[in-house]
Structures are given as structure tokens and as C-alpha cells.
């Protein structure tokens, strides 16, 4: 059973546009939320994080926005650029229980900004 | 400065062979973590060791997965009796501190034939 959800799979953006990367989780004892970009052949980098005492967290060009009472958080990135042509996926940990941060990942989106 | 380094990039096996899997992590950075990502999936958890100790192994899918972190630094992670259902990448992660952000390497790509 998913508990972080990305329901779609890919995303296409025009160059300078906003791009919109949906994720939803199910597990209510989830915190801490992050967003890692990934390109072929390469491991996820880190893009942006948000806590659940805030509901926005923002960082140059990009956005994360959570709501906690629909359980729903959302990356924003505008301007997009061609650059930004990566899988990004949404990950959830809840507080340490016995010391371990583990990350629960969703699928991923495909995003491709076209130039 | 230099990132989570793993070694192989790629490794090619036969079913029921034993493999290993090596994490350099970030200098300094007491928690290290290790990861799956089957074709499709996000990465799923293995296992966390903080310090040498492996503090949660509860992604460990069965008793063929074993890992070790002797000196606090370097990890091993090590597979018995290959099947074909393991290929995938192995990815792993360190971070400064449990609660810190977590960084990952570039992953090895395991095929089972």
C-alpha cells in the first residue's frame, strides 16, 4: 500500500512556464517532506524540503506548498527551464522513533520543459 | 567536496552468486542509509546504521541481504544466493545526522542473469 502517492507520471511544461508537481500521502505521523530531482544514470538530488509546522517553503525558482489537512504537498517551479527535464520525486518521513529518519519515496514525475 | 561514492557503477551477476556493494559516504556524516529503486519505483529503504550500528533494517527484504559498517564510515552492503528478482539500483544515502537532509550516490546497477 502507497503511502506517498504521485498520480502522474509525466509532466510537459513550455520553457519559462510554471510547472506544478502534485504528491500525496496517507500517513498521517509524516512530518517532513522533501523534493529530489533525478536525471538518467545519476542519484537523486536534493531540490527542497518543507516541515509540517510551515505550509510554504521556497527557494529561488522553486516552491514546495503543504497541506496538511488534505495531506497533499506541491512543488512549484517558475520559471521552468529545459534544464529542469528530470524525474522528480516526493519523499515523507515521520519523527524519529528509535533514531531513523527513513525516507518513503512516491514513483516519480517525469518533467520535460520544452524549449 | 567530494559526494556519496559507490562502487560498482554497474554489476552483472549469475542467480545464486554472492555480490557486494560498497557506499563511501560524505567525510564526516554519521548516518548512512541504503536504498532499492526497481524499474518504475521510487527508491525504497534497506537499512539505516548510525554510527556502526544498524539502527533500523526493517526495509531488508529477507536473510540474503546483509550489510556492515565496521569503522562508522564505509558500508557494505552484501547479497547471498542472487535471484533474478534483485536487479535494480542500490542507492546510498548519508546525511550529518539523522535528522539532517540526506545525499545521495550515484547507485549501483545490479543484473541478475
Known amino acids: 500500500d502507497q503511502q506517498v502517492k504521485q498520480n502522474s507520471p509525466s509532466l510537459s511544461v513550455q520553457e519559462g512556464r510554471i510547472s506544478i508537481l502534485n504528491c500525496d500521502y496517507t500517513n498521517s505521523m509524516f512530518d517532513y517532506f522533501l523534493w529530489y530531482k533525478k536525471y538518467p544514470a545519476e542519484g537523486p538530488t536534493f531540490l527542497i524540503s518543507?516541515?509540517?509546522?510551515?505550509d510554504k517553503n521556497e527557494d529561488g525558482r522553486f516552491t514546495v506548498f503543504l497541506n496538511k489537512s488534505a495531506k497533499h504537498l506541491s512543488l512549484h517551479i517558475v520559471p521552468s527551464q529545459p534544464g529542469d527535464s528530470a524525474v522528480y520525486f516526493c519523499?515523507?518521513?515521520?519523527?524519529?522513533?528509535?533514531?531513523?529518519?527513513?525516507?518513503?519515496f512516491g514513483k516519480g514525475t517525469k518533467l520535460t520543459v520544452n524549449p | 567536496g567530494a559526494g556519496v561514492s559507490q562502487t560498482p557503477s554497474n554489476k552483472v551477476t549469475e542467480k545464486g552468486k554472492y555480490v557486494e556493494l560498497r557506499c563511501d559516504p560524505i567525510?564526516?556524516?554519521?548516518?548512512l542509509y541504503w536504498y532499492r529503486q526497481s524499474l518504475g519505483q521510487g527508491p525504497e529503504f534497506l537499512i539505516y546504521f548510525q554510527g556502526t550500528g544498524a539502527a533500523d533494517d526493517s526495509g531488508l527484504p529477507n536473510d540474503r541481504f546483509f550489510a556492515v559498517r565496521p569503522e562508522g564510515s564505509v558500508s557494505t552492503l552484501k547479497i547471498q544466493r542472487t535471484e533474478r528478482g534483485d536487479s535494480a539500483v542500490y542507492l546510498c544515502?548519508?546525511?550529518?545526522?539523522?535528522?539532517?537532509?540526506?545525499?545521495f550516490g550515484p547507485g549501483t546497477r545490479l543484473l541478475v542473469l
Open positions: 544515502a548519508s546525511s550529518s545526522s539523522q535528522a539532517e537532509t540526506q545525499y
Open positions: 519523499a515523507a518521513s515521520a519523527s524519529p522513533q528509535g533514531g531513523s529518519e527513513k525516507l518513503v
Open positions: 518543507i516541515s509540517s509546522i510551515k
Open positions: 567525510s564526516g556524516h554519521t548516518a
